[in-house]
């Protein structure tokens, strides 16, 4: 059976050839591979969300404050604008983004590009870069990686040759 014909990791075979189980190039690719897979993931959702809103312009309406709770904001101010759009044409509705971030305390009145879900009324979003952040973090990490996963197939790929 393939499973446990081979060494748990690595070992010689009778004839002396230096055998690599599969077991070492999956800890060595799991958590690239993970990396890549969830960038990948995050980066197709973010695709889909920008494909599947449109352009308008809302009106910001009320915006919620709270104090950071993260490592990453303690001690800053978070804020959470609700902005009123038109949804359909003379059907006016209000939605918030779902996020909050210590640059986002716009004046009440004030009035920017959205984009929203035309067939749904769900969260609005914001358009720029922070949209595409997170699939590049995770995209960074996986390349980071990726690096000593490389480094590591290669010592052991010339181990295996002897």
């Known amino acids: 059976m393939f499973l446990f014909s081979q060494p748990f990791l690595f070992g010689t075979d009778k004839s002396g ?13 799991i958590v690239p591979g993970l990396f890549v897979l969830a960038a990948l993931g995050l980066l197709a959702e ?5 494909l599947s ?3 308008g312009t809302g009106e910001v309406v009320r915006v919620y404050e709270w104090e950071g709770e993260t490592p990453f904001d303690k001690g800053r ?5 609700v902005f009123r759009y038109e949804f359909q044409p003379g059907e006016m509705t209000e939605a918030s983004t779902g996020k909050s971030h210590p640059g ?12 929203y879900t035309p067939n749904r009324k769900v969260n609005v979003m914001l358009p720029g870069g ?33």
Do not use: C, D
């Not at 101010?77 to 604008?81: A, E, K, V």
């Open 77 to 81: 101010m978070n804020y959470g604008p």
């Open 104 to 115: 986002w305390n716009f004046e009440i009145g004030t009035r920017m590009p959205i984009r």
């Open 53 to 55: 809103t449109v352009p």
């Open 17 to 29: 050839n230096r055998v690599v189980s599969w077991r070492v190039w999956l800890l060595i690719w």
């Open 130 to 162: 922070h949209n595409w952040a997170v699939p590049g973090v995770i995209g960074l990490f996986a390349l980071m990686m990726a690096l000593p996963a490389w480094w590591g197939h290669r010592r052991v790929r010339r181990w295996q040759r002897g």
């Open 46 to 50: 973010a695709g889909y969300r920008q």
